[in-house]
């Protein structure tokens, strides 16, 4: 923009680009340079024009863009403000995976909470119809939050899922708070989020004496695999059972690495391959067992004296390894690769695949176990199975839960309702009724007959077979209080205890205690082979007079399985 009347070129330098900004919101400037050389022709002026025609389109369209994204989210958060609500805190691909089923439920709106996020991906977003929030009020859950979300009469369900779980926590924590001040009804909350659900969940859960979420689901990444890899390769699946129901083999695996993933496949497994005629064997290949393990080994002291587990110092690529899996090709059901980092684990398994392809063992299943879940391939070059644990499936407590609830609800006679009853359930109960409705499938398998068979009422085991089933049980019960830390108690104890309930019933005293368990020092007087029950049960009898029998109770776990088959397909034909 030089000034050829003053020639003063610093002057017209400091005026060109404010000159050329006006240019951006259609203001033009062509009397100020129409004697100048380049726009003193036709053609000049043609150019002068193209150029601030073309400025002023590309602040228009600028200015349309952000209008046309701003109403879009403003929009979207409208549209958000009715119908049951899902708040997830954290946009990553594992919370995406989750918002995405979450949409698929009819009349639920959900919306993302997050301290920052690119323009980019909240347009993505909103495009597949979730909402954004956005900030530090955001995030602390503000009065402003609260009152755009309209939550008093709404269904609120949270997943807290940022990649940092102490993030998550205290996500919680605010909300909760932010909830008791707005006067939202806990029983229309739900939260679920990562951690130990044994001192997380107290601090969330609503009682008698502090306000809190209706339902607090706090889950364990590692624990989840573990479910997820029991899923995908069931132990049942992989042996033979006779007519009478005794497992025709053992079962023996192998679990490489022995981290917060290989520990929690070790309890899963043990739970889980309980089988009557059968041993269980695990060997751990771990550079580093002793350093991981030692609150496992020494939380559950009996899973090492009950079972065949042995620990072995070496790694799952080193020719020790590969030696031992050659002499077992024809006892090896599983191998699971859980070595906390998933590049190894594909490694470990492509090379181990080749090696079970190259001597015909491609029976052998081998599992990638990771903080996503679990990754199978049956043979090499068939379809890989993913089964993700960010989904409803392992996250949402109606869908993960379902089996257990319903059988939670045979214990509890009380008038409320199957989920009322979970609510109340203590950690503990809720992990043995789990444990118990991820078995049913197998005494399916054990027993020869379908879900089909069972649903209708038709399935009539006959007394060997209950035998065996009812023993069967008891394995898995056994395997499930050892893998929870339980030990056996002594028969000074249980006398004891029997001696204490006795005299409470002379006073008048406690009526429902258990002789048989102490929970708080985890102890357990059941904790002995079948064959021993009927003594035990003469002998609770004797000094209780009680009509106890350990065995028939065990039995009637099984035959109560046609009961949940059908309440099963009542749930999903009121789900439907």
Known sequence: HYDPATGDLLLSLLRTPFT?????????????????????THAGIIVFWVVHLAAFYSMASAALTTLGTQLLRSLRLALSRRGDLTLIYGINERSRTIAAECLEQRGTSVIFVAEQAA????????????????????????????????????????????????????????????????????EKTRLTLPGTEDIIASMLQVSESQYG??????????????????????????????????????????????GSHGQEVLRQLVM??????????????????????????????????????????????????????????????????????????????????????????????????????????????????????????????????RNAILLNSTYDTSDRSDWEKWVACDSFSKMSSRASAEFLPAFIRISGSSREEMKTGEWQPGTELQQVLGETEHLRWCAFHYAMGYTPMSREQFEANAETWARLQKEGGERSMKIAKDPQARRHACLVPWTELDELSALENRLTGRGVDYKQIDINNVLALPQLLQGQAGADGKKA
């Open 119 to 186: 323009d980019a991906l909240i347009s993505e977003l909103n495009n597949l119809g979730v909402s954004v929030l956005t900030g530090v009020g955001a995030v602390a859950s503000d009065a402003a939050t609260l009152r755009r979300l309209h939550l008093k009469k709404r269904t609120v369900t949270v997943y807290a899922l940022d990649d940092d779980a102490d993030k998550d926590l205290q996500y919680a924590l605010q909300l909760r708070t932010a909830l008791e001040k707005a006067g939202v009804s806990p």
């Open 20 to 40: 050329i900004m006006r240019m951006f919101v259609g203001v033009n400037e062509l009397a100020a340079i129409e004697g100048s050389s380049p726009v003193s």
């Open 213 to 258: 979420f209706g339902y607090v689901n706090v889950y364990d990444p590692a624990e989840l695999t573990a479910r997820a890899l029991i899923r995908t390769c069931p132990p049942w699946d992989s042996v033979a059972f006779w007519e009478d129901g005794h497992a025709k083999e053992d079962y023996s695996c192998i679990i490489v690495g022995f």
């Open 272 to 401: 889980n391959a309980q089988f009557a005629g059968s041993s269980f064997h695990a060997a751990i290949f771990s550079l580093r067992s002793k350093l991981e393990a030692g609150y496992l080994l020494t939380d559950c002291p009996e899973l090492m004296k009950q079972y065949d587990i042995t620990g072995i110092n070496g790694d799952g690529r080193g020719s020790e390894f590969y030696q031992y899996v050659a002499e077992r090709l024809q006892t090896l059901k599983l191998i699971a690769i859980c070595t906390g980092n998933d590049a190894m684990n594909r490694e470990i398994a492509d090379n181990l695949m080749l090696f079970l392809h190259r001597r015909h063992a491609e029976n052998i299943h081998v599992v990638q176990c990771g903080e996503n879940g679990v990754r199978y391939q049956p043979a090499i070059g068939s379809k890989i199975i993913s089964t993700k644990i960010y989904t409803r499936a392992f996250l949402s407590a109606e869908e993960a839960d």
